[in-house]
């Protein structure tokens, strides 16, 4: 008798340990992180009832200044979540407004994403979730009900840099039926990046599609290549296999990459219906893609008739001896004598990069060559870059 309810014991309380774990799976499955209200405000939860702290980092928060290989730079602020009865931590964040935001968790000091939402995005070696809030701005980051193009990842062959390279291209809706030639945008990534940037980061495709819908773009094809060019293709997507992607790689911003540059155009107008001239050309780019728009459109400076330098890094380093470096001044006046239809600049009020860019207008204002200049509130981020290019394309091809 006394084994029966030993045994019986036993099987009970077995029973309320596996409800209890049960219990605990499925609530932390079923947890909603980010859930996004309707007033804007967004709460983040996270089941880990052992950890000590939660806390929660990403691009909604207030910037802070973190410390770089490239000095002080803001980076994303952070704060902590709160732990309930059943091992649920949460937080709950301000109005937010209408923006694809980026963030992780950050679990007694070890950073980490977030279990409950499956959306995510890598920068470098970094890879954090990300959600949207509201409409407006936001909607352009949306995939929307409106034609589509299509994003195909393609192989070209550079003889310059002697290998097959991969690339990133976006065709307008109606590309495959049409017998039309549409215009180029060639749209450069920053440094750490590789042909996937613009495309996933940068939303390029959503933008392209919601802003042509609404009338606002032309339809053009826009080209994304690698701009690394010891690899041929990004991280995990070349023959170097799986890796971890670094910020500056060998022969970053070197020359190189400037050099080889027409091997992409004639790639391109090789192989898709374009409009092969000067008028039908736009070049533009994010940081190192903006240095790179910078010296390549001077370096063949009678290529592009439009030119987008986006918070980027201009004069090239003291260790870069490359020939497309040289005559500097004497070929931005031969890119301005030649003309084009705009030249347009824009960077945030606390980037990095921002009184070299204020440099580079004043050399501009006394060479009297014409620009357009934007400024924005932030930093050297995505916020800015995907704003840019949604302020930039409207102005194409016109």
Known sequence: MKKHLLTNLLFLIALVFTSHAQEAIFRAQNIVSPEIREDGTVTFRLFAPNANSVQVTGDFLPSMKI???????????????????????????????????SYSFI????TTTDPSNPFLIRDVASVTNIFIVGDGQADL???????????????????????DRRITIYTPPGYE?????????????????????????GRTAQIMDNLIAEGKVKPMIVVMPNGNVIQDGAPGEGSLG????????????????????????????????VKADKANRA??????????????SRYYPNTFDYVGLFSAAIMAREDATGKVYSDFDKTLTAQKENGYKLYWIAIGKTDFLYEANKEFRSKL????????YVESEGGHIWRNWRVYLTQFTPLLFK
């Open 283 to 296: 070049i533009a780019g994010l940081s190192m893609g903006g240095y790179h728009s910078l010296h390549i």
């Open 67 to 101: 410390e770089t290989p490239r000095g002080p730079m803001d980076g994303p602020g952070k704060n902590d979540l709160v732990k309930d009865a059943n091992g649920v931590w949460e937080y709950t964040s301000t109005a937010l407004t209408p923006e694809l935001y």
């Open 107 to 110: 679990i007694d000091g070890f």
């Open 177 to 201: 039926e049409s017998t039309e030639k549409y215009p180029v945008l060639y749209l450069l990534h920053g440094a750490g990046g590789d042909e996937e940037a613009w495309i996933a980061l």
């Open 242 to 273: 799986f890796y971890k992607p670094q910020f500056m790689i060998p022969k970053t911003m070197d020359g190189t990459y400037e050099g080889a540059f027409k091997d992409i155009i004639n790639f391109v107008e090789s192989n898709y219906q």
């Open 365 to 372: 204002d006394g060479m009297e060559m014409p620009y357009e």
């Open 141 to 163: 980051y949306r995939t929307q009900d409106v034609p589509h193009g299509t994003v195909t990842r393609r192989w070209y062959d550079s003889p310059t840099l002697g290998m």
